[in-house]
């Protein structure tokens, strides 16, 4: 491929990624909204989520199935994952979570590279970070844009665009249920 044909789609990429983030939803937008997140209070505890993974056309390509645990310390909230998918394959996660000042968090998981920033607002909690995918041998890495919605006491709605190179090739949609 040619210099010329290079720069032009390079630009055409950095357009598309500034269009994207600029039509993104805002935090604040969500200052009003109740209930609140409060994302300890409603991670502390037994939960069960189900979800779903779709490819860029929007077809289902995996279910499953997640018992979480959230205890929390301090300033620090340790989630447990337990995941089943519908093809039988199983997966932890284990995040560590730390509250900083004005609905801000910093999240660390084996699978997350770096560090995932997050901030609630109402009854919205965005997270943003990058994820490494497994896949037929090798490992990708993509980034996670997730917006998570407080129903009520128990349930939580969690819609999340996955990228790659600012373009989603991916989303996943999950709920969650907080058990008594």
């Excluded at 805002?26 to 189900?50: K, M, N, R, V």
Aim: glycine content about 8%.
């Amino acid at each position: 491929m040619n210099n010329n044909r290079c720069r032009f789609f390079r630009a055409i990429v950095l357009f598309l990624s500034a269009f994207i983030v600029a039509c993104s939803a805002d935090i604040d937008d969500y200052s009003q909204s109740g209930p609140e997140f409060q994302l300890f209070d409603y991670f502390s505890g037994q939960h069960t989520a189900w979800g779903m993974i779709q490819d860029y056309r929007l077809k289902q390509t995996r279910r499953f199935e997640v018992a979480l645990r959230g205890e929390v310390k301090g300033e620090e909230l340790t989630l447990h994952e337990d995941f089943v998918f519908d093809d039988g394959e199983t997966m932890t996660r284990v995040w560590r979570i730390t509250r900083q000042s004005d609905g801000h968090y910093l999240g660390q998981a084996d699978d997350i590279v770096g560090t995932a920033l997050g901030r609630e607002q109402g009854n919205a909690l965005h997270w943003q970070y990058d994820f490494l995918i497994e896949q037929d041998g090798s490992k990708t890495q993509v980034t996670f844009d997730d917006w998570l919605y407080r129903q009520d006491e128990k349930h939580v709605f969690n819609v999340t665009s996955i990228r790659k190179w600012g373009i989603e090739v991916g989303r996943l949609t999950l709920f969650f249920q907080k058990h008594d």
